[in-house]
């Protein structure tokens, strides 16, 4: 059964780089019918697609957030990671991990979730 | 970008009644449409994909229907491991978008 699972610092400073790493387990990231995303989720409020990779490296972001993001992936670990830079309180959220389906694009399964609080 | 809206936004509702959450899409997504359950501190689950195709493993109480720009996610029984938030997401385009959420409770 594949399981994904977020890891990386629950608290960043303001102005700094976030990081964290999706490791996946059942399964190969490498596999041709599935990207890999990353959702968050600011608490009390909604889903928001962060952007998505392919085993290959080709990657797709939210435009509202493309400047500051950066999603790479490590094959031979069987791991992807998120970098998003220049931090604010606004970015403080549960931070979760997806497997993207390639041809209609849902999500399933996701990881538990990674809370990344943003505060100095 | 695609905005997603859902309506409700909350509603409250008994074990066994038939529920019905609308999402509309601001432009055609064809049936690129899936629909979400997240239960609180959890992760969400999917529980339909391309509008109408049960997730395997989803109960079939729940349903899904609609094309172009209006959805519907229907649940025929409501039973008490149902009570959650529900999103719709758009996959038409790359820049995929979810709706704000419903909130189904307790009545």
């Known amino acids: 059964q594949l399981q994904l699972q977020e890891s990386g610092p629950g608290l960043v400073k303001p102005s700094e780089t976030l990081s964290l790493t999706c490791t996946v387990s059942g399964g190969s990231i490498s596999s041709s019918s599935y990207y890999w995303g990353w959702i968050r989720q600011p608490p009390g409020k909604g889903l928001e697609w962060i952007g998505s990779i392919y085993y290959s490296g080709s990657t797709y972001y939210n435009p509202s957030l493309k400047s500051r993001v950066t999603i790479s992936v490590d094959t031979s670990k069987n791991q992807f990671s998120l970098k998003l830079s220049s931090v604010t309180a606004a970015d403080t959220a549960v931070y979760y991990c997806a497997r993207d389906q390639i041809v209609v694009r849902w999500f399933d399964p996701w990881g538990q979730g990674t809370l990344v609080t943003v505060s100095s | 970008d695609i905005q997603m809206t859902q309506s409700p936004s909350s509603l409250s509702a008994s074990v066994g009644d038939r529920v019905t959450i609308t999402c509309r899409a601001s432009?055609?997504?064809?049936?690129?449409l899936n629909w979400y359950q997240q239960k609180p501190g959890k992760a969400p689950k999917l529980l339909i994909y391309?509008?109408?195709s049960l997730q395997s493993g989803v109960p079939s109480r729940f349903s899904g229907s609609g094309s172009g720009t209006d959805f519907t996610l229907t649940i025929s029984s409501l039973q008490p491991e149902d009570f959650a938030t529900y999103y719709c997401q758009q996959s038409y385009s790359t820049q995929f978008t979810f709706g704000p959420g419903t909130k189904v409770d307790i009545k």
């Open positions: 432009q055609s997504i064809s049936s690129y």
């Open positions: 391309a509008a109408s």
